[in-house]
């Protein structure tokens, strides 16, 4: 699957999803039920499909070896995604949403959506980078905060509930959290938190450095998300301050580049993002498709 994805064009390397999403997906043995492979007549892997799922949703990931688009294996990877939601949840009769990203600027990825009967919804993502050689303004914390590398065992659980608590969701285990940080571009020292004055943790932001990532872009490009700050602590500039000192951090690294990823409608950390020197540079639009099993219980 790594060498599969290390086959796209120049201008499409550091897409989603990336060998240190594939590590953190593939560690979750739940997403490795919900992943299927497709080979060539040479056993070289032709496609793969990753349905990171919930109860009634998903988020469809797929990746097709070059010249293999026209083979039929998108209609394959659909058949599949029904089939294998079926198998896994005989009694389930409601409506299931798939969900998946494409960026604006790949055309034959959008039309293979739209013919696989996916549509365009409002939102999405934002990709934003900022250079390294410009000035980093000095990170400004509230009396009795401050800034230090997570402690990334002893503190998962404490992380995993600050992100559930700063995004709303309970998407996050600490099973997911203990395999970011099994990562190889895992580095615990790019891995910060903001502590606040009783001592708990009120913000994160994790940064990381993909050498498979710039091996083909051929860029020197590190990472500032995820990143999210509980909501008892918002509105104090930690995000801010997160954000600075991992700059600095990536810098004396030797990345040329800070990249970031956000919601296109998460207008807080775009103004944060902004304030720091981050400016957009991709647009990565939100499709998804409802799949009616009712039709199947009433056949």
């Not at 390294?132 to 400004?140: G, K």
């Not at 944060?272 to 499709?287: D, K, L």
């Amino acid at each position: 699957m790594l060498a599969l994805i290390k086959q796209r064009p120049p201008g499409l390397a550091a897409d989603f999803p990336g060998s240190t999403d594939l590590h953190e997906l593939l560690a979750i043995p739940k997403t490795q039920a919900d992943t299927r492979l497709w080979a060539c007549p040479d056993g070289r892997l032709a496609c793969f499909a990753i349905l990171d799922r919930d109860q009634a949703s998903a988020n469809l990931i797929f990746e097709i070896a070059p010249g293999w688009q026209d083979a039929g294996l998108p209609e394959q990877v659909m058949d599949w995604v029904e089939a294998s939601i079926r198998q896994t949840s005989p009694a389930f009769t409601g409506t299931f949403l798939l969900e998946t990203g494409v960026r604006s600027d790949n055309p034959a990825r959008l039309s293979l959506l739209e013919g696989l009967g996916f549509e365009r919804q409002t939102g999405g993502a934002v990709h934003m980078e900022r250079g390294l050689s410009d000035p980093i303004e000095r990170p400004q914390l509230a009396p009795g905060f401050f800034i230090r590398p997570v402690q990334a065992q002893v503190e998962a659980e404490a992380w995993v509930r600050l992100h559930r608590a700063a995004l709303g969701t309970e998407h996050m285990t600490l099973e997911y959290r203990l395999a970011m940080i099994r990562t190889p571009s895992y580095d615990p020292d790019l891995d910060l938190v903001a502590i606040a004055p009783d001592g708990g943790l009120a913000a994160y932001c994790v940064c990381f450095i993909s050498a498979d990532e710039n091996g083909l872009t051929g860029r020197r490009i590190g990472h500032t998300d995820p990143i999210a700050t509980h909501p008892d602590f918002r509105r104090r500039g930690l995000s801010k301050a997160l954000l600075l000192t991992g700059l600095s951090l990536l810098g004396a690294r030797g990345m040329d580049i800070a990249a970031l990823g956000t919601d296109s409608r998460n207008i807080a950390m775009l103004r944060t993002a902004g304030s720091v020197g981050f400016r957009i540079t991709q647009t990565v639009h939100r499709y998804t498709k409802t799949i009616d099993f009712g039709k199947y219980r009433k056949g």
